[in-house]
């Protein structure tokens, strides 16, 4: 389809290991976002790119966390030395200037 | 300190009743409003949204109300039906931040 697509859909990592999630925004949107949804809590912002402006990175938790888009499309958010507390699901969305975002469907983390 | 609030955790409604979802805010710069419907395992998917120039937009089955003095929006579902047994959340977009700040959902199950 033509949606926002993310991978893996499901990672299991142990405490300490880095992870990697891919986000494959629709296409042609300019803005891309990262959440997150730790259990029983609402959607957290973490970081926005919109086109080739420097990012906002002001709801990244902490600096274990980092994120990239090539090319103005795909986009890797990393997670360095995971924590059980980095357990959550990692959602994407894009969108184009003044329009509602769209989400992909998220990668479920879970740290042992 | 949450700036969007949803009360209730979950909300029982029989099929063909209406189904009125609230959400309270405290940033009054928040200038746009968005409803989501979530399905587990899936990302939330865009309902419906309302300027905060506005207050009441209407979509089919579905109407939101936005009352700026009170800060506080609803989303009316009527007539409500098997499939619209979800979790929705409520988002704002504004108040100085460029991702939306998301309340912790409202789990709607509606009862044949």
């Known amino acids: 389809g033509a949606g926002v697509s993310q991978s893996p859909s499901n990672k299991v990592t142990e405490k300490g290991k880095d992870v990697e999630l891919r986000c494959d925004p629709i296409?042609?949107?300019?803005?891309l976002y990262w959440y997150r949804q730790s259990l029983g809590q609402g959607l957290e912002f973490l970081i926005y790119?919109?086109?080739?402006?420097?990012?906002?990175k002001s709801g990244l938790p902490s600096d274990r966390f980092s994120a990239e888009r090539t090319g103005g499309s795909v986009s890797t958010l990393t997670i360095q030395r995971t924590q059980q507390e980095d357990s959550a699901v990692y959602l994407c969305?894009?969108?184009?200037?003044?329009?509602?975002?769209?989400f992909g469907d998220g990668t479920r983390l879970s740290i042992l | 300190d949450q700036q969007v609030k949803q009360n209730s955790p979950s909300l029982s409604v029989q099929e063909g009743r209406i189904s009125i979802l609230n959400c309270d805010y405290t940033?009054?710069?928040?200038?746009?409003f968005l409803w989501y419907k979530k399905y587990p395992a899936e990302g939330p998917t865009f309902l419906i949204s309302?300027?905060?120039?506005?207050d009441k937009n209407e979509d089919g089955r579905f109407t939101v109300f936005l009352n700026k003095s009170a800060k506080h929006l609803s989303l009316h579902i009527v007539p409500s039906q098997p499939g619209d047994s979800a979790v929705y959340f409520c988002a704002a977009r504004g108040g100085g931040a460029d991702g939306l700040t998301f309340g912790k959902g409202t789990h709607l199950i509606i009862q044949p």
């Open positions: 940033n009054s710069m928040f200038d746009y």
């Open positions: 790119f919109q086109g080739n402006s420097a990012p906002d």
């Open positions: 969305a894009s969108s184009n200037p003044n329009q509602p975002q769209h």
């Open positions: 296409s042609g949107h300019t803005a």
């Open positions: 309302i300027s905060s120039i506005k």
